[in-house]
Structures are given as structure tokens and as C-alpha cells.
């Protein structure tokens, strides 16, 4: 993982991804307030990312670089969804020509559903994919900024 300044010098919008092969968890962030909220999630085809919907929401926001997570084991080892997501975020990298940055997602969607049961509301996978992608982009920015 690259090394970055406290604070990133240009202002960015950012995407982030929880990539799963059912769904993909989507949030958006920028760098002026470094926060992240949950934005969206798109249902995969066949197990394959719905490129066309992916493609509208980067058209949409206009990201100056897009954040995937990393599934990793409690351990720190690698599983098989690890590099499903590195291709996931290789193909984001060549289809949109935008920065990508993998981040560890370890225990993300636990923490995601745990934050909604908090605060009351609805609890579907849809919703704690979106919240964990959140959560994703949250700690990159914070890694940016500490």
C-alpha cells in the first residue's frame, strides 16, 4: 500500500466498493470533510459485476479515485474472495482510468450490521454491503488524515 501525505493536497471525490459476487456495497466520500456515507448497492449478474450500473454511478459522481475492499482473514491471510476483489479493483483501474486503492475490510460488515441494529432501522444484506462500504472508505480516509 502506497504511503500518503496527512492530508491530500486536491480536493476528491471518492467511490468505495464492498465487492461481493451477490452484491456490491457502493459509498461516496470526499477528502475536504473526510467522511464517507452509504450510497448504494448493485446486484451482480452471474456473479460478474453489473459493469453498465458501476459505469452510470462514475459518470454520475465523477470520482477522482475509487476505494475496494479487501477481504482478508482475521489472521491477515488471504481467502478466495481476496483475489476476486484485487480483479475487481484491476478492472475498475482499466475500464475507468481512475486510481484504485485496496483497503482491509476485516470485520466491516459485522461492524456495519452491528451500527444499523444501534440505530433502529431496517436490516438487509443491501443495506449492511452499502454501510460497509462506508466503513471501508471511512478508514481510508482516516488513515489520510491521522
Not at 475500464?95 to 483497503?103: C, D, F, G, K, S
Amino acid at each position: 500500500m502506497a504511503s500518503f501525505p496527512a492530508t491530500l493536497a486536491t480536493p476528491e471525490t471518492l467511490l468505495s466498493f464492498d465487492y461481493g459476487t451477490v452484491r456490491i456495497g457502493i459509498a461516496i466520500g470526499q477528502t475536504v470533510t473526510a467522511t464517507a456515507k452509504p450510497l448504494t448497492t448493485i446486484a451482480c449478474r452471474n456473479k460478474k459485476p453489473d459493469w453498465s450500473a458501476i459505469g452510470k454511478l462514475i459518470a454520475d459522481w465523477q470520482p477522482q479515485r475509487l476505494v475496494v475492499g479487501l477481504p482478508l482473514q482475521l489472521d491477515g491471510s488471504e481467502q478466495e474472495m481476496t483475489e476476486r476483489a484485487r480483479r475487481f479493483g484491476n478492472q475498475l483501474k482499466g475500464r475507468y482510468n481512475l486510481p484504485v486503492e485496496m483497503v482491509d475490510e476485516r470485520l466491516t460488515s459485522r461492524e456495519a450490521e452491528a451500527n444499523l441494529a444501534a440505530a433502529g432501522g431496517k436490516i438487509d444484506k443491501a443495506r449492511i454491503d452499502a454501510q460497509a462500504a462506508a466503513l471501508i472508505l471511512q478508514s481510508w480516509l482516516d488513515q489520510r488524515t491521522t
